[in-house]
């Protein structure tokens, strides 16, 4: 395996690896998310780089990025329940159905191809950008949330889509709420809220998956997340997690939605590219 790469262009994608950081914990207080739809484009790029080979490549990133982004959700939901923003109840009701969800993607790194994590990637994330940039706050699918076993679907969705594409879910969370006419503030509290059962049983799940392919995986790797990923990103997104609440009110939330909006649909092209190629 090729993992040796010049010393200017690790440098440089070292670089990439802490602003992509310090992002993930700015949109992890202002969206409720943990930024893995930041993350996991930028450790393509770098795994691409150390020479990891293509038929793991995407599930080490997407495992990554569920490790590096724990800190970050405990931190933004610890912040949005001291202001008491958290609806409990629906955390409560989704988080053993989304923790079905993630072992039911952990089991798919497994053994699915590749192929497989970037078309999830580029569905999910194409549908976040497009509510993100054409979405209106008085779209609503009903007035009230299902009850309990349509509440369990929307959990195992939630789940599934996130051990997907290494993200803590916030994003589909703040769709399904907000859609059903929960205010934005309390939606974006509840899915930090779930994202902390979903990161941690993802980081696990992911380690355990892949186990089998050590032989394939760079060096400091456990399973399909890499330790030297971890190590360089998480305490730049943790550090930065705090901040997010902050700018909401200083910045307008309409450009920052438009500015991630594209950047999502920039990476999808990215993968839906390679899938072709």
Sequence with gaps: MGFGA????????AAAIVGGGMITGI????????GGAVIVPVLYEVFRILGVPEEVRMQLCVGTSLAIIVPTTIQSYRAHRARGAVIENIVRLWALPAIA???????????APAALFKLAFVVIASLIAAKLLFGRETWRLASELPGRVGMAGYGFLVGLCSALMGVSGGSVSNMIL????????????TSAGLGVPITVAGTAGYMLAGLPHQALLPPLSIGFVSLLGVAV???????TAGYGARLAHALSKRRLEIA?????LAASARFLASLIG
């Design 178 to 189: 907000t859609l059903h006419g929960k205010p934005l503030h309390n939606a974006v509290a």
């Design 260 to 264: 991630f909006g594209l950047f999502l």
């Design 6 to 13: 010049p010393a200017g262009e690790l440098a440089l994608l």
């Design 27 to 34: 949109l992890a207080g202002l969206f409720g998310i943990g």
């Design 101 to 111: 969800g993630v072992a039911v993607g952990s089991v798919l790194a497994a053994f």
């Design 233 to 239: 990103m998480a305490p730049v997104s943790s550090l």
